[in-house]
């Protein structure tokens, strides 16, 4: 390794220098080099930076030695939907692809506008490539509705993948992604531009394990009349980081960008959410759900920017409600509205507290067990975050369900 | 039959703690309805907490048995199971859970502790849309989360839904009177007469007469300053409600 590469990253811990051999390793690349130097310059992010003080990737990613668990099961997998496959190891896509969606895999790496906000990104762009595309392009066009499925899993070192979707104008699509982990290290950044009136419905399903780190970018960007409805449900890894940047571009954007998660002992959800109303007359919504376990963290950071001029009536509503179900649990929550504009409605809520004990004597005493009457409880508490998947809205409540009655 | 002997209890933590439960012996045999009248400060629904096992109140004496069973040393859902049923003074607003959602769960998770063979969702269906009936209940409410946006006389009667749809061994009820006009009072009594059955008892907890016209008790007790200073006959209802509680406590003393 040239003397250079290493220089790269100030101070480097084993896994950063990991990193940047597995750069090197990678076909040279005018903008490779710009996003791993956009990566470089805080490396793993930990807490000295702002943004990660409750999200240590240096501190947990000790080195990328392949952890030895058995990958999670997939339950947003449906039969008759067209699924890619992103793996250490390679990159896998049906031959017969829906109508209105058309790939195009791409060995040069495309630019990324503002890598040095999201360092997680602009890594996982830096290091896709090799057996994987250096960029995935695919193309949604108008006419019926797309549905998509995409799978990140597997055992390795590192699953990096990038993926940039063009929603053409009136275009629509239903994408389902499920981070299962199972690589030390899993980084996605996922890209979306939305033509004018496209909609886009999202579900992100993550799950990984105590051994893991896993940093799931999605950078969106809005033109008029343009919708999306992102539904998140997170269990969380040792780190795990789901980072939402949403740029309203022109008026008439609507937005709705919501999350749960559950986070048991050792393991840590974090979602992180960046909107610009960058034109008038644009809507977000916001609700974000949260339970954790003893010895689980859970960490959520919301900003709006809502901007002098570009900013005015923005109606944006962000709320973060958690539960800490036992003792020795932890939540993050830091709620920011930079709002410029004068003619505008922000709201905001941001709550944390115990289940009510009125409440679980009362399930108790009509015969319910209290490890199901807490699951009841909570589950009904983080289900309207759910609600905007729509079809896959069942399956998301049942891991839940499932988690709430076993592991909590 | 419900035993309970020289029973104390207290309410709050360290030299805050303060006895409410002061040596309250009580027995209803199976088959049998009671009735305890107490003036405000009692005990009244401290007993019934007690008995149901509610966190924050702690057992200092004495004993409490359903059928033998010593509920003291069970869990609340224990208790549920071993049929003993609360009918809460202010029953509790669950929001997110519909109200048939959480009686299946609690009538399959008492089936289940017992080793039985869960209702199947017909016959589920089937029963509550009876017990509805006899209780004049919209099914529609049935389907709405517990107790949200239920005004005070459709969260008793949904009390009584609960307790006919589960039909537990022992019935504790709360203050059931209080916050119903007449219709309501009568309505819910219907559902309370229904379950009146050789196999199973009741106390019920009141603070006025009015209800022991519409629920006859067999044996009435008047609970003060934490134990049984009297019992007797239904007309010992009448009497507490000519004279007072000032006259019978006094007596008594």
Known sequence: MSTALKDMIRNPTVAELELVARYAALKADARRERLFEAFAQTGLPGRRIEGWRWTDFKAALTSLDAPKVATARDPLARDGVATLRFTPSGYAAPKALPAGLKLLAKDDVQAMGGAEDAPLGALAAALSGGRTPATLLVDVSAGVPVHLHMVFEGPGAINAARVVFLLRPGAELHLSESHLGGAALSASLIEFTLNKDARLNRTVYQIGGAGEAQAITALIEQDAGAESVQTVLAFGAKVARIETRLVHRESGSKATLNAAYLAGAGLQADITTHVRHGAPSCITGQVTKGAVLDGGRGVFQGKFHVPRTAGQQTDASMQHKALLLEEGAEVFAKPELEILADDVQCAHGNTSGALDAAQLFYLRQRGIPLVQARALLTEAFIAEALEGAGALEEALRAEASAWLNHAA | ?253
């Open chain 2, 1 to 253: 039959m419900l035993k309970i002997e020289n029973l104390s209890a207290t309410v709050g933590e360290g030299e805050d703690a303060k006895t409410i439960l002061n040596g309250l012996s009580l027995a209803v045999p199976t088959g049998e309805v009671h009735a305890i009248m107490g003036p405000n400060g009692a005990g009244k629904s401290t007993l019934s907490y007690v008995l149901t096992g509610r966190e924050g109140y702690a057992v200092t004496g004495g004993t409490a048995t359903l059928n033998g069973a010593d509920m003291l040393a069970l869990e609340p859902e224990a208790r549920a199971a071993a049929g003993l049923f609360l009918s809460f003074q202010y029953p509790v607003e669950i929001p997110g859970v519909p109200v048939m959602t959480f009686v299946r769960t609690a009538m399959n998770a008492q089936r289940k502790a017992r080793g039985e063979a869960e209702i199947s969702a017909p016959d589920f269906i089937k029963k509550s849309r009876e017990i509805a009936k006899v209780l004049s209940l919209d099914p529609e409410m049935l389907k709405r989360p517990v107790n949200v946006g239920f005004s005070g006389g459709e969260k008793k009667r949904l009390e009584i839904y609960q307790m006919m749809m589960l039909e537990p061994r022992f019935m504790v009820l709360d203050e059931t009177d209080s916050g119903l006009d007449i219709d309501a009072l009568r309505t819910v009594a219907e559902g309370v007469n229904a379950l009146r059955a050789p196999s199973r008892g009741m106390l019920v907890i009141t603070h006025y007469q009015r209800l022991l016209d519409y629920i006859k008790p067999d044996k009435v007790h008047v609970l003060a300053k934490g134990r049984i200073i009297k019992t007797g006959g239904p007309d010992l209802a009448h009497r507490l409600e000519a004279e007072g509680y000032d006259g019978v406590l006094a007596e008594a003393v």
